[in-house]
């Protein structure tokens, strides 16, 4: 079974500053996808940004980036320029791609983001 | 043209009690997922529906939890002798086809007293 690993309970970082998520994984699986989705106070869970195993260039939304390094089974974010709006829980997710039928995703125990002004 | 909805926002039952939580997805997904967050935790997989049919329900985690989307739209979890340890936020998610992004809605906060 695949399992997602953030080792970082919290990360505090000032405003206009560049903080670093870590995530790590264990897959047997040669093809799947990678997610960072953030869950503000209001619960609901929106996607930052995504990257597929098979592409190596790592994706890039705006001020986010992530740094995919498939053989060490790591990808981890870059928020640049952080802002007070950043602030939530961000998780980290899997999802096999099975071919056949889409799964549910697998995710970390996230990191709580606090962004100092 | 909304996103995907979920009712109630907050449950508050005692143990022993029947309990149902729905989720309206968005309109022409046909792929829907329910997960369970609990306090602290990243969500859990429950179940996915493609269409009216439950695809994979490897997570749930006993017979007493069950859901439905007769209609392959609104799906309804149902908890039957519900526990203080199914305390949780139940997240509903919908996907266009299952191989693009899932929506997630606000969750059902369920207190079981």
């Known amino acids: 079974a695949q399992t997602v690993t953030q080792s970082q309970p919290e990360m505090s970082v000032q405003e206009a500053e560049t903080v670093t998520l870590s995530c790590t994984y264990d897959?047997?699986?040669?093809?799947?996808?990678l997610f960072w989705y953030k869950q503000p106070p209001s619960r609901q869970m929106i996607l930052v940004i995504r990257?597929?195993?098979?592409?190596?260039q790592n994706a890039t939304e705006n001020r986010f980036s992530v740094n995919f390094q498939k053989a060490a089974k790591s990808f981890s974010l870059k928020i640049s320029d952080s802002q007070l709006g950043d602030a939530a829980m961000y998780f980290c997710?899997?999802?096999?791609?099975?071919?056949?039928?889409?799964?549910?995703?697998?995710f970390g125990k996230g990191t709580h983001l606090i962004i100092q002004p | 043209g909304a996103g995907v909805s979920q009712t109630p926002s907050n449950k508050v039952t005692e143990k022993g009690k029947y309990v149902e939580l729905r989720c309206d997805p968005i309109s022409g997904h046909t792929a829907l997922y329910w997960y369970r967050q609990s306090l602290g935790q990243g969500p859990e997989f429950l179940i996915y529906?493609?269409?009216?049919?439950?695809?994979?329900d490897s997570g749930l985690p006993n017979d007493r939890f069950f859901a439905v989307r007769p209609e392959g739209s609104v799906s309804t979890l149902k908890i039957q002798r519900t526990e203080r340890g199914d305390s949780a936020v139940y997240l509903c998610a919908s996907s266009r086809d299952g191989y693009n992004e899932q929506f997630f809605g606000p969750g059902t906060r369920l207190t079981v007293l």
């Open positions: 990257q597929e195993a098979y592409k190596q």
């Open positions: 897959t047997s699986e040669s093809d799947y996808y």
């Open positions: 997710a899997y999802r096999r791609d099975s071919g056949g039928g889409a799964d549910g995703l697998t």
């Open positions: 529906f493609q269409g009216t049919g439950a695809a994979d």
